[in-house]
């Protein structure tokens, strides 16, 4: 359901508010230092690997990728061998690509369909549910319970037509993690939307120097002064924080301009009929712990996310999904003929990222500074320690847990401040 107009209202005057302040809100933290070693020190990128790309319910794939029985397709984006496979009672499923009997890969091709998948090495085969159904010379093998050896499943679960996997069996569920996101999104149709564009690139820089480029406006003015920065009011962008890490951003589109203006998609894109006044008339966008970037419209759901390839490269993957085009349109809101390259805005986000890396790596930084409009990083990096645990971190790359529950959604002192 779109917003109700006391949460709009309330948001139009959060704009405001933030428009005319001259200092961070009275209760609000001083941030301390982000430590440099969280983009450079080879001990936090292990640590990110062992527990936030562990834990994390991450985006997969889209159920146009894999729409049948037996549809097949091969991820390994979180540094795991994973297959997704689309069951015949309809379930998306993912496991381990890794044979029960000496570890191969199940399925060595990057999507297809099967009957049974069927390891090239000795001959076991599993049906679309994983189940070890067949091997060759069982006469060898004595007391072997196929009940057991079945492929090894990961926690999967949709959220609408998005398929999310997460390798931590005590995780909470997908909707749990999402928490009042989820109910917020349901403007959005994620269930009606297909997929129309996803690409890859590579990046020579850490991940969270590519992602945080889009989690705060600061920015904005310096980066972008002729394409974001025209249709989008950075000095009244509201903020909110969420649990789990999570967090959103919602700035105005100045009256006569439009943010789609600025992006190469064609105009001819059915609308979400469901979206609400804000979404319309403002750049609303969300960022899902750990790496998804999306700003919503009703024109489209174009998710950024962001994926470590060592410490210093990354991959960026953008996606854009509509629900429905003229045959020939298919939309794209991030890159310029089919792929080919970035579109202007995300060529600004990223051609810096490689410099600001190696800027980073000097003897000279030693940490980052935060302004209050910068906050949802600092309370990712809060949420990436929580997850991590505070005590497997040196001391020196911790960062302090200073924004507390007042300003977790729905709390916000701000609210206050409209009264007086």
Known sequence: MPMSQDEI????????????????????PTLPDIPAGRYIDPRFHALELEHIW???????????????????????????????????????????????????????????????????????????????????????????????????????????????????????????????????????????????????????????????????????????PTTVGPVLDDRRNVNTLYANGHGRMIAPTPQGKATLDIMPVSADIAEIDTVGEIARTCTQSYGLFPNLVAPLSQHAIPPILFWPNGIDKCRMETWTMAPAWKEGLRPDLWTENDGETLCAVLQEDTLFGEKIQRSMESYGFKGVPLSYQEARIYHWNQAADNMIGVDNIPPELRVQQVIGEDWIYPNDPRRELLND
């Open 9 to 28: 209202a309330t948001l139009r005057a959060l704009m405001e508010y933030e428009a005319a302040r001259t200092a961070p809100p009275p209760t609000f």
């Open 54 to 224: 562990r834990k994390s319910w991450l985006l997969a794939a889209h159920i146009d990728e894999l729409p049948q029985a037996g549809d097949y397709m091969t991820w390994e984006n979180a540094g795991q061998p994973v297959v997704l496979i689309h069951g015949d009672d309809g379930e998306v499923r993912a496991f381990y690509n890794t044979c029960s009997h000496r570890g191969a890969p199940v399925v060595t091709d990057r999507s297809g369909n099967k009957r049974r998948f069927t390891c090239p090495y000795h001959g076991w085969s599993y049906s679309r549910e994983g189940e070890l159904r067949g091997i060759r010379d069982p006469e060898d093998f004595r007391d072997l319970d196929f009940s057991s050896r079945g492929l090894t499943s990961i926690r999967c679960e949709r959220f609408g037509n998005l398929v999310f996997v997460n390798f931590d069996r005590d995780a909470p569920t997908l909707l749990q993690w999402l928490g009042p996101v989820a109910q917020e999104w349901e403007e959005f149709q994620f269930d009606n939307c297909r997929l129309a564009a996803r690409h890859v690139f590579e990046l020579d820089c850490n991940w969270k120097i590519a992602m945080e480029a889009n989690t705060e406006v600061y920015h904005v003015r310096t980066i972008h």
